[in-house]
């Protein structure tokens, strides 16, 4: 079912893009592709974004409950959902942006393992000619690819330590431009030392486990998913200095 519906698209649509674009560089049909991808996907990744912030924005509300409810658990679970209803939280809608993604990183991942293996002359390999529509079957039976960005990078390669650099630094800028601020400690938050060390704990590990996975994979594979990250922290730029929630109210001067 996702080689149907994910890998096969993406794999013409790549390939599609590599025969029309001056050069035939498989580089900037990536960088397109992903370009496409995140706009299809932008209005879901902005209902993440706006999820995470609203649960930012409810933290000290969820720590008083924790606190009247530390020893009833039924209740304290009950009140948290009241209180998502109430504000129209839906704790889950974060992460489903995250599993397409990672789906369609998979997939892509397939496409450079399966779909992009080539022949010493840069030929596809016959067997994966037939994922392809009529036309560009018989096109890249005759063409080789250029599987290289802009003649800089061997996209078929591994190891590319500059795209893991990149993907490293984006994948952190990204998650702290998301990162609640840090609270004054309360009486009540007896947990909330190890709250904030876990958080910080991700923010750091997260660009680290990335870079380790860029650094091992094609670096196909790291230029797309160095570009959606960029996309990223610019989508989410606009959404913290655009949206009103984000906008600090100054309250109303008094009257003497």
Not at 147 to 172: E, M, P, V
Not at 179 to 198: C, F, G, I, L, W
Not at 216 to 239: E, M
Request: with cysteine.
């Amino acid at each position: 079912m996702l080689h149907d519906y994910i890998y096969v698209p993406i794999y013409n649509a790549l390939l599609w893009l590599v025969q029309v674009l001056p050069g035939h560089d498989l580089g900037l049909a990536i960088i397109l592709i992903t370009l496409a991808i995140r706009l299809i996907l932008y209005y879901p990744s902005l209902a993440s974004i706006k999820s995470s912030r609203q649960l930012q924005n409810l933290q000290p509300r969820l720590k008083e409950l924790q606190a009247q409810y530390k020893n009833d658990k039924e209740g304290l679970a009950r009140e948290q959902m009241k209180l998502y209803k109430e504000s129209k939280v839906n704790p889950a809608a974060s992460c489903l942006p995250l599993i397409v993604q990672l789906l369609i990183f998979f997939q892509l991942y397939q496409v450079f393992l399966n779909g992009l293996k080539l022949t010493p002359e840069g030929f596809i390999q016959p067997d994966q000619l037939k994922d392809l529509m009529g036309g560009l079957r018989i096109y890249f039976e005759a063409n080789p690819i250029n599987a290289t960005l802009f003649g800089w990078i061997d996209l078929s390669a591994t190891k590319n330590i500059f795209l893991a650099l990149l993907t490293g630094a984006t994948q952190f800028w990204q998650t702290k431009m998301l990162a609640a601020p840090k609270e004054p400690k309360t009486p009540e938050a007896r947990d909330e030392a190890m709250t904030s060390a876990v958080n910080r704990s991700m923010m750091y590990t997260l660009p680290l486990v990335m870079m380790w996975i860029t650094y091992t994979l094609p670096a196909g594979l790291g230029l797309y998913w160095s570009v959606s990250s960029i996309f990223g922290v610019v989508q989410q730029y606009i959404f913290l200095h655009t949206h009103p929630m984000n906008k600090k109210t100054t309250p109303p001067a008094t009257t003497a």
